[in-house]
C-alpha cells in the first residue's frame, strides 16, 4: 500500500516551454501533497506544500508563478513549470502525506527528471 | 533551528562488513526520525523510522538505527554490507509536516 506515482519519469523540453508533473496517490487519500527538487548530488529541498482544494504553501526562494501548482483532488496534485529554462533542468519528486495514515510520514514518488535545452 | 547532519559524505566499505551512517538531529524536542535510500536516477524507499517507541529500530535489508537521545543521534548500521547497498542514504526528520533532509551519504561497497 501508500504507492504514489509520478508521470512523465523524465521530459525534455525546449527553453520556454511549458512542462506540467503529476504526483499520484494510488492506493490512499493525500490531503497534503509536498514538491522537492534535488541537483545532482544532493540532497532533496522542499519546494512548497499544497493541501487539496487550497493553494499551495511556497518555501522562500521558490517562484509561484513560475512553480505551479494545483492540487485539485485527494489523489493528484500537478506541478507546472512556466517557461522552462535550462537552470530549471533537476530532479522533481513529490510526497504524500496519508489523510488516514501515520502521521509524520510521507510517500515518495519515483521522480521525474526534467531537462531543459 | 531544526536541522539533520549527516557527518559523512561519502563512506566506502568491503562487502560483507559492517556499516555505519552517521546522523545527528537538532531540535528542541525529539522529532520522528527517517532513513531513506535512493539508488541512481531513482526515487526514496523508506528503510527504517523511528516515533518515540522502540529506541531500536528495525529495518528492510537488515539495516537498523537506534535513537539515543543524549547524543541527539540516529545512526544506521548494517552488519554485512551487500553489493546492492551502494546507493545514496538520507537521514530525514519529521517535525509535524515539515520534512528536514540531511545532505545525504553516498555510500560505496567494494568487491
Known amino acids: 500500500g501508500a504507492v504514489v506515482s509520478q508521470h512523465p519519469s523524465w521530459v525534455i523540453c525546449k527553453s520556454g516551454t511549458s512542462v506540467k508533473i503529476e504526483c499520484r496517490s494510488l492506493d490512499f487519500q493525500a490531503t497534503t501533497m509536498f514538491w522537492y527538487r534535488q541537483f545532482p548530488k544532493q540532497s532533496l529541498m522542499l519546494m512548497a506544500t499544497s493541501n487539496e482544494g487550497s493553494k499551495a504553501t511556497y518555501e522562500q526562494g521558490v517562484e509561484k508563478d513560475k512553480f505551479l501548482i494545483n492540487h485539485a483532488s485527494l489523489t493528484l496534485s500537478t506541478l507546472t513549470v512556466t517557461s522552462a529554462h535550462p537552470e530549471d533542468s533537476s530532479f522533481y519528486i513529490c510526497?504524500?502525506?496519508?489523510?488516514?495514515?501515520?502521521?509524520?510520514?510521507?510517500?515518495f514518488g519515483p521522480g521525474t527528471r526534467l531537462t531543459v535545452l | 533551528a531544526q536541522s539533520v547532519t549527516q557527518l559523512d559524505s561519502h563512506v566506502s566499505v568491503s562487502e560483507g562488513t559492517p556499516v555505519l551512517l552517521r546522523c545527528n538531529y537538532s531540535s528542541s524536542y525529539s522529532p520522528s526520525l527517517f532513513w531513506y535510500v535512493q539508488h541512481p536516477n531513482k526515487g526514496l524507499q523508506l528503510l527504517l523510522k523511528y516515533t518515540s517507541a522502540a529506541t531500536l529500530v528495525k529495518g528492510i535489508n537488515g539495516f537498523e538505527a537506534e535513537f539515543k537521545k543524549s547524543e541527539t543521534s540516529f545512526h544506521l548500521t548494517k552488519p554485512s554490507a551487500h553489493m546492492s547497498d551502494a546507493a545514496e542514504y538520507f537521514c530525514v526528520g519529521g517535525y509535524g509536516q515539515n520534512f528536514v533532509f540531511g545532505p545525504g551519504t553516498r555510500l560505496s561497497v567494494l568487491p
Open positions: 510526497s504524500a502525506e496519508s489523510s488516514g495514515g501515520f502521521l509524520d510520514e510521507q510517500f
